[in-house]
């Protein structure tokens, strides 16, 4: 994960910032995607109590997000936490073509007066605890949540992350096979790009519910594929394919998708 520093940095603030986007810019140079590839940013804004949501709701929908379109067509969505380790919390999923795409708009975005006094508001009146960032790297078939809006209207969005040693050059097409007949369809499928526990790989996934939710992972468990897949990894690398988080979001109402 980059740095809390560098992740109020992307989103307007100048104390430090320099120094963190320099080291993000040098770590960036190394990992430039390629063959179509998009790199994602995955903010999560964990709030420091119920009563402070609207404070945030009113920096992202006001400021952050109208910012954003005058500076450029970055597709992007916004889920609200319902079952997460922390809670309250807004996750900002943003898409871009590169990492230089990425750091040159959260370097005009930091530069935004309005976006700079509207984030001095949050951290005078202490609405966050915390802002947690990661980078994926995603395919461009594999982001659908901006041309296919309208499975966005209700639901639940569960944001789930695998550990899978065997996914080192990326999930095998039998994964995905897998995950389309217990009816997992992912709208976001990224590889973590930089921490712990590498090869790490993160889904977005719609659910119409939590029942259908669990059906579908409880399919999981007992489909033979999967189980044949997971054996052979234990056997070669020691591991299979571990959750190593899990929350459930529903679209904010004011999401560009809503």
């Known amino acids: 994960m980059i740095s809390r520093r560098s992740a109020l940095y992307w989103l307007g603030v100048t104390a430090g910032g320099a120094g963190a986007l320099n080291t993000f810019s040098a770590f960036a140079k190394n990992m430039r995607p390629g063959n179509g590839a998009r ?15 609207p404070h945030l709701r009113s920096y992202m929908a006001d400021t ?10 970055v597709p992007r969505m916004c889920l609200e936490a319902i079952v997460a380790p922390h809670t309250p919390q807004t996750l900002l999923l943003t898409v871009y073509s590169s990492f230089d795409e990425m750091l040159k708009m959260r370097a005009r975005i930091a530069s935004d007066p309005r976006v700079r006094r509207a984030w001095a508001g949050i951290e005078s009146a202490q609405v966050l605890d915390d802002v947690r960032s990661q980078v994926l790297i995603v395919n461009k078939e594999s982001v659908r949540f901006s041309a296919e ?3 966005a209207k209700s639901g639940l969005f569960e944001v789930r992350t695998w550990h899978a040693p065997a996914w080192r050059g990326g999930p095998a097409p ?3 096979s897998v995950l389309s007949r217990i009816g997992v369809d992912p709208i976001v499928a990224g590889a ?28 999981l468990d007992g489909d033979a594929q999967w189980m044949e897949m997971q054996r052979e990894s234990i056997t070669r690398f020691g591991s299979g394919a571990r959750t190593t988080a899990k929350a459930i979001y529903k ?6 998708l809503a």
């Open 192 to 219: 973590t790009v930089a921490g712990e526990h590498l090869p790490r790989f993160t889904y977005v996934v719609p659910f119409e519910n939590l029942a259908a939710r669990q059906q579908a992972w409880d399919r």
């Open 39 to 53: 790199v994602m940013a995955c903010e999560s804004f964990c709030v420091s109590d119920s009563g402070q949501v």
């Open 174 to 176: 039998e994964v995905s």
């Open 64 to 73: 952050l997000l109208p910012c954003m379109d005058q500076l450029g067509n």
């Open 251 to 256: 679209l904010a109402p004011w999401s560009p």
């Open 149 to 151: 809006p309208a499975f």
